[in-house]
């Protein structure tokens, strides 16, 4: 009970951020995957007990997390969403500010150096968020244009400097963590490869201060290629 009474009363003492885009009909989504659509099912306005609706929803819709097996076919890093431990969707965070790269330009390791140089080192198990500055481009159909083309992402030299630095997640606020046009996916292949999972589409990056707490969970879907998450962090006031 001590150990609750303290973890709740640091929290309470935290602002919390919200870090994921709402789920809404006509959102941004990748070009050639199904749209998201809401229908009423039931409602007391028509005569029933309750109001719901029924959801179509891609698992790589809004802001979601990639499991290692989007990519990997086989071997040890096959592994699906629900198979992926609770402990590594969350954890101490850095952001790291790369809006001055711009579109259809590329993270490099050196840029991630350069940051760590000014800002202190990456650490084991840190979950690194990228903010490109992209979010502000998130607008529904038929103004997601900008959203969905040439959005800048993480190199291949980058991905590998993370892997080395034993990162546990990356995040970036872009439709996907390669660039746009980029062949082969290779941050995904590098990334995943590790078992370090990827979310994308993240949103009000630029409202966390260097470092935080950051928490982000998946709907437990077996054998899920990704989900969609609700994601969060925790900053001083």
Request: net charge negative; glycine share 6%; charged share 25%.
């Amino acid at each position: 009970m001590k150990n609750i009474s303290l973890l709740t009363e640091l929290l309470e003492k935290m602002e919390v951020v919200e870090l994921s885009h709402k789920l809404e009909e006509h959102m941004p989504i990748w070009p050639t995957h199904s749209r998201f659509y809401k229908t009423l099912w039931h409602s007391y306005l028509h005569g029933d007990a309750a109001t719901d609706y029924q959801l179509l929803i891609n698992e790589h819709h809004g802001t979601h997390i990639d499991s290692p097996a989007h990519f990997m076919k086989d071997g040890e890093a096959h592994v699906w969403i629900d198979e992926i431990p609770l402990k590594n969707f969350w954890g101490p965070c850095v952001v790291i500010d790369a809006s001055f790269i711009g579109a259809n330009g590329t993270l490099t390791d050196q840029h991630v150096k350069d940051w760590e140089e000014k800002n202190g080192d990456i650490c084991k198990n840190d979950i690194v968020l990228v903010s490109f500055g992209w979010a502000k481009f998130w607008k529904k159909r038929p103004d997601s244009y900008q959203f969905t083309h040439d959005w800048p992402g993480i190199g291949a030299s980058a991905a590998q400097y993370l892997v080395e630095k034993k990162i546990k997640m990356l995040g970036v606020d872009t439709l996907a963590a390669d660039g746009y046009g980029i062949e082969g996916d290779p941050a995904h292949h590098i990334l995943l490869s590790k078992k370090i999972p990827i979310i994308e589409n993240l949103n009000n990056l630029d409202l966390i201060p260097l470092r935080g707490y950051f928490m982000a969970h998946p709907l437990p879907i077996t054998k899920g290629s990704a989900s969609p998450v609700r994601a969060i962090a925790f900053i001083e006031r």
